[in-house]
């Protein structure tokens, strides 16, 4: 399904004097707070939980929207109830386009775990409470915001600047999202650049330290362990017994350690990292480089920090086993399911066939699962974007410092990276224990007000850096 609106863009005008030599628009930045906040809080209200997603519930909100503002817009859908919505606004094509994407599906909820109505956006604390408050109709509701002052406000752009309310992005079961917008309208989402969610502001006690840019992640490469044998009476052992064999597998391959590899984007987090953190904590990331160090390092990483510790290899968490069907029965076969997240240049083949050495077991077999996302390698740290986004921070988050980041779960910006799109993920201020507590996929999620407001600021800064006439 395509629709465009019967909007006509409005010619751009020519900025003030004072835009002409080189300063910013003059955004009301009270106004849009009370606007964002409005918009944000209307489409968290909608429950497109994944499955099944109802995502065109959310797309006709913002067609709404878009319709009373004149800024014009595709709707494209796989199935009718899970639609994307493309908004452009035209430059004048001296640059490549850049893309601006949120999506609009959310895990489920546990209701009995909620203190509040999930889908009530509540604003309580001086938080917005709700499923999808952080992941992700905080970038959408962003996002909209941008598309709408840069209209408003005539920003004479050098390249179009588009807007992509995605569907189906938790779950890769059904193509509905990125996956189907890439495979057959490549033409109207490509771009030089991509933001979308990945990162975010880390803060102690208030105070920013860093703003995390996510220029790469690693990429699901499931596996199921499958141990085989003769079936037979209980009382009688066998040394074949599958699920014997499958438990030593799985013993060995979540014990097994790839080694430590870092690419560019790692090394350089724990670089500059280093030089904004206290003594101790220095001396431990730049102790990783020492070979008399780090495997004392990753050690600490693997007890007491395991983000660190994902990032420092492709790593294996077995996540479910199945195996017989009744007490007294030994049972042919058994399984196990193996969440891998390889390294962006992981080679999967070589992987595969050290952990076969690993398990050292003819009656089980490694059977890898389909990729449901693309690998590619990293977005460079030498960009105008790039560079955007330091300067944004500077600006917004004063005091702080940026650091690119690798993602260890997954994001629709792996399709685009494969599709060579230079591509970063941002996101909103969260001090690390209330990450925990409330962030992604959290019981309990929520999102400051203030986090909500300054991802706005952020990404406003970084996009007119990167797309206004100057």
Not at 189 to 199: D, N, Q, T
Not at 254 to 262: G, S, T, V
Not at 355 to 372: L, N, Q, S
């Amino acid at each position: 399904m395509v629709h465009v609106s019967r909007s006509v863009l409005l010619p751009v005008f020519v900025l003030s004097a004072l835009c002409a030599r080189g300063a910013d628009p003059a955004v009301d930045w009270d106004k849009v707070k009370a606007e964002t906040l409005h918009h944000y809080q209307t489409i968290v209200r909608i429950n497109s939980s994944n499955p099944p997603g109802n995502e065109t519930q959310v797309v006709n909100y913002l067609k709404d929207v878009l319709d009373r503002e004149g800024i014009p817009y595709q709707v494209f859908a796989l199935d009718p109830a899970r639609a994307n919505l493309v908004a452009r606004l035209k430059g004048n094509g001296r640059k490549r386009p850049i893309l601006i994407l949120g999506h609009t599906d959310t895990v489920g909820v546990q209701r009995e775990k909620w203190p509040v109505d999930p889908f009530g956006a509540i604003r309580k604390d001086g938080y917005i409470w709700g499923r999808g408050t952080t992941d992700n109709k905080d970038c959408v509701a962003a996002g909209l915001m941008l598309m709408l002052e840069l209209k408003r406000l005539h920003v004479p752009l050098d390249r179009d600047v588009i807007y992509l309310a995605e569907a189906a992005e938790e779950s890769a079961a059904v193509p509905a999202g990125i996956d189907f917008l890439v495979k057959e309208h490549w033409a109207d989402i490509e771009a030089e650049y991509a933001l979308a969610e990945g990162g975010f502001v880390h803060s102690e006690g208030g105070r920013v330290r860093f703003v995390e840019v996510a220029a790469t992640e690693k990429a699901p490469r499931r596996a199921r362990l499958i141990a085989t044998g003769t079936s037979g009476h209980g009382s009688r052992p066998r040394r074949d017994n599958a699920i014997a064999h499958l438990s030593t597998a799985v013993g060995k391959v979540a014990a097994w350690e790839p080694p430590m590899r870092l690419n560019d984007i790692t090394r350089t987090f724990f670089e500059r990292l280093s030089t904004i953190s206290p003594p101790e904590e220095a001396a431990r990331y730049n102790g990783l480089f020492d070979p008399q160090k780090s495997a004392a390092i990753q050690n600490y990483f693997a007890e007491h920090d395991l983000g660190k510790y994902s990032i420092l290899r492709t790593s294996i968490s077995p996540t479910m086993i199945s195996g017989g069907y009744r007490q007294n029965v030994i049972p042919s076969q058994a399984e196990a399911m193996l969440d891998i997240r390889a390294l962006p240049d992981e080679d999967m083949t070589a992987f595969f066939a050290q952990m076969e050495r690993v398990i050292g077991d003819a009656a089980v077999r490694i059977v890898p699962m389909a990729p449901t996302r693309s690998s590619a390698p990293p977005s460079r740290l030498d960009t105008d974007m790039f560079r955007a986004l330091e300067a944004a921070q500077r600006r917004v988050y004063p005091g702080a410092i940026t650091i690119p980041g690798m993602v260890t779960g997954a994001t629709d910006l792996a399709q685009l990276r494969a599709k060579g799109v230079q591509a970063y993920g941002i996101g909103p201020q969260f001090d690390e224990a209330e990450f925990a507590e409330h962030g992604w996929h959290s019981d309990v999620e929520r999102l400051s007000e203030e986090s909500l407001h300054g991802l706005a600021r952020f990404l406003w800064y970084a996009v007119l850096e990167v797309a206004a006439s100057r």
